[in-house]
């Protein structure tokens, strides 16, 4: 069983480069995020989708998009990186349903991403 | 802006010993929850606890909700050098948290044995 797998593993990439992040998940999951972990701020939301087709705006949108073409996929593209962009980027997914409670997030092993 | 405020941030024990992990909010939360991540890892559940004044266990972990669902804590019990950690705490505004959830910036805990 996969889960959530996520590529590259990391990468280092110039200032001003085009870079696109992928997450896929196995699970049929209906929502997938894109959270960014850094020393000292822990992690915070990019965007979010709650279903194929529709997207929204987390903590830290700026410099970043998203697209939900399909259940499975979900990447995260920066149009033009910036070193403030360094950072731990994790894919989560999970299964929201009606309830009144947070349904468990499965995180994927994340990318970790240089920006000189 | 972090509505998840963590304490300590770092907490390094002998094994054996007990300790509690904070984690407070202004703000009320639908429910909170507990992960635990491992270096190189991506964050894994612990714990969702829903209702005020809920306690939760997990053989040496014992997990609490506050009345007011604003604030929660982790307390470990003879602790072993195996809970070693980041511990974050996460809380969702709204039901099955399908806007994303709001992350605590973690409590770094080391097990010395």
Not at chain 1, 80 to 95: D, I, K, L, M, N
């Amino acid at each position: 069983i996969a889960g959530i797998t996520q590529a590259p593993t990391s990468q280092i990439l110039a200032a001003g480069r085009r870079m696109t992040l992928r997450c896929t998940q196995d699970m049929r999951h209906n929502a997938m995020y894109w959270y960014r972990q850094d020393l000292g701020l822990g992690l915070r939301l990019i965007h979010y989708s709650n279903t194929a087709g529709t997207t929204g705006k987390g903590e830290v949108p700026d410099g970043y998009s998203v697209s939900r073409a399909n259940t499975d996929d979900f990447p995260l593209t920066l149009a033009s990186a910036v070193p403030s962009q360094t950072s731990v980027y994790f894919c989560a997914s999970s299964e929201v349903g009606t309830s009144f409670y947070a349904d468990e997030q499965f995180f994927g092993p994340g990318t970790r991403l240089t920006v000189l | 802006t972090q509505l998840l405020e963590q304490s300590p941030q770092f907490l390094s024990i002998q094994e054996g010993e007990n300790l509690t992990v904070y984690c407070n909010s202004s703000s009320v939360f639908s429910s909170l929850q507990w992960y635990r991540q491992e270096p190189g890892e991506g964050p894994v559940l612990l714990v969702t606890v829903v209702t005020g004044g809920e306690v939760k266990k997990l053989k040496r972990l014992t997990f609490q909700f506050g009345d007011a669902r604003k604030d929660s804590s982790l307390h470990i019990t003879a602790a072993q050098p195996g809970d070693t950690g980041l511990y974050l705490c996460a809380g969702a505004k709204r039901g099955g948290g399908a806007d994303g959830l709001t992350f605590g910036k973690g409590t770094h805990l080391i097990i010395q044995p």
